[in-house]
């Protein structure tokens, strides 16, 4: 039987959205959050504001001055500071209470185990590298860990476009495709399973980059403080896309909105039920 937690005054107008049911659930729950950058930092900061009892934040990177254009804690006396370490103090000033967990670290099939131990209530997968993206959502599928997955978040303009809905069935996006196609491959993962997983996606067209190597910077002559890693590289990306603020905190809000109402009971794919709060 879980401890009733009376809610914190800083949760107050949660409160009231939610009622006091439900606000003890998202205290007693965990969420692991992978990937803190343009999305990830925006989907991990809300999850804090939202009364979350226990968040693990997971990226390996460093800020690099082209995220500032879109990353909450990017700023120039932040560059070349840990992504996750700067995103845990940020939180810790929201609410000192929370349970904090922050991963410096890379996740892939090496470092899966040691991530997803003890396993979370939900993740929110924010990752942008496809092969570490493609373990760590099939890995929750397998162990029936509740997922949120943000598909391609770069190369769009409206955030109205912004869609929810089963990782099976997005559209319009490259990155949901290819992500499938990869994990039925090579993880043996069926699409019954892949319905289980809730994406985030834009149906938007993609913009493609400007490529005038006179004006560009990231990819032709890296500044990244991470420089060339095994992990992720710039240099090495076949195609770097433009990004915007206010698409991708866009989509880490439509990522934590998800997370919180599958916590609480409201399934985010059925619009007719979202008007209700859990409980009542």
């Not at 439900?22 to 930092?41: D, E, P, Q, R, T």
């Not at 067209?205 to 420089?227: F, R, S, T, W, Y």
């Amino acid at each position: 039987m879980r401890e009733e937690k009376s809610t914190h005054p800083r949760f107050e107008r949660c409160l009231r959205l939610f009622g006091a049911e439900a606000m003890n659930k998202l205290a007693h729950s965990s969420v692991s959050v992978f990937g803190l950058g343009g999305v990830g930092s925006y989907a991990a900061e809300s999850l804090a504001r939202t009364g979350i009892g226990t968040l693990k934040l997971v990226d390996f990177d460093k800020i690099c001055i082209t995220n500032i254009n879109r990353q909450l804690h990017a700023f120039h006396d932040t560059i070349g500071q840990s992504k996750a370490k700067l995103m845990g103090e940020r939180i810790l000033k929201i609410n000192p209470d929370i349970r904090l967990d922050v991963v410096d670290a890379f996740y892939d099939k090496d470092t899966s185990e040691a991530m997803l131990t003890p396993q979370p209530d939900l993740v929110i997968d924010c990752i942008d590298n496809i092969t570490a993206k493609m373990h760590l959502v099939a890995e929750c599928l397998e162990r029936n860990i509740p997922l949120v997955t943000s598909l391609g978040a770069s190369a769009r303009l409206d955030p109205t476009r912004i869609r929810i809905a089963p990782l099976s069935n997005t559209h319009s996006d490259p990155l949901g495709r290819a992500l499938r196609k990869l994990i039925r491959r090579k993880h043996g993962i069926n699409d019954t399973q892949l319905a289980d997983a809730v994406a985030v996606f834009s149906d938007e067209p993609i913009i493609q980059p400007a490529l005038n190597e006179d004006e560009l910077k990231c990819g032709v002559h890296c500044m990244c403080p991470n420089g060339k890693n095994t992990h992720h590289t710039c240099s090495e990306r076949n195609i770097i896309h433009g990004t915007v603020s206010f698409v991708t905190a866009a989509f880490g809000m439509a990522a934590a909105s998800a997370a919180v109402r599958m916590l609480i009971g409201i399934d985010p794919l059925r619009q007719d039920n979202n008007d209700n709060r859990a409980g009542k």
